[in-house]
């Protein structure tokens, strides 16, 4: 007898056991269409200009050679003395800080994702702080 795995419906406070491949129980599916009309709204919202960047040949390009450059080692791990395969090239000076730095290669970092993720989390920190400061 093969028994299929359940879970509790997404909805907070329902208990409705499901499918584990599924997300909300009947009485609850409209709140999947829902969620993914306010992440769509959202994504919408955000600069076109920047994802159309990341979308672009150039940009493409760009992150080849910087991989290439640097043997698609990440380089936070390198200076550290530790060897990891890079897989995010990161703009060291942010494009919203810079845009005309965008296909620098001096501006562009291969990091893991590890590292990546590390540096946005300092980096969303200090623009909080500094937002702070100016309030």
């Avoid at 992440?39 to 390009?61: E, G, M, P, T, V």
């Avoid at 992150?63 to 703009?91: F, K, P």
């Avoid at 562009?108 to 309030?135: A, F, V």
Wanted: charged share 35%; aromatic share 8%; glycine share 0%.
């Amino acid at each position: 007898m093969i028994t299929i795995p359940v879970r509790k419906c997404n909805k907070v406070n329902c208990n409705e056991l499901i499918n584990f491949n599924e997300s909300y129980c009947d009485e609850h599916k409209q709140l999947s269409k829902q969620s993914n009309k306010d992440y769509d709204s959202l994504r919408n919202k955000r600069d076109n200009q920047y994802r159309k960047f990341y979308n672009s040949k150039a940009w493409k390009d760009a992150r080849h050679i910087s991989m290439l450059r640097h043997d698609s080692l990440c380089q936070e791990c390198l200076r550290n003395g530790l060897y990891a395969q890079a897989d995010v090239i990161d703009h060291i000076v942010e494009l919203r800080d810079d845009y005309s730095r965008r296909l620098d290669q001096s501006n562009l970092e291969p990091l893991c994702h590890d590292c990546h993720n590390k540096k946005t989390y300092r980096e969303k920190q200090r623009r909080l702080s500094e937002q702070n400061k100016n309030n």
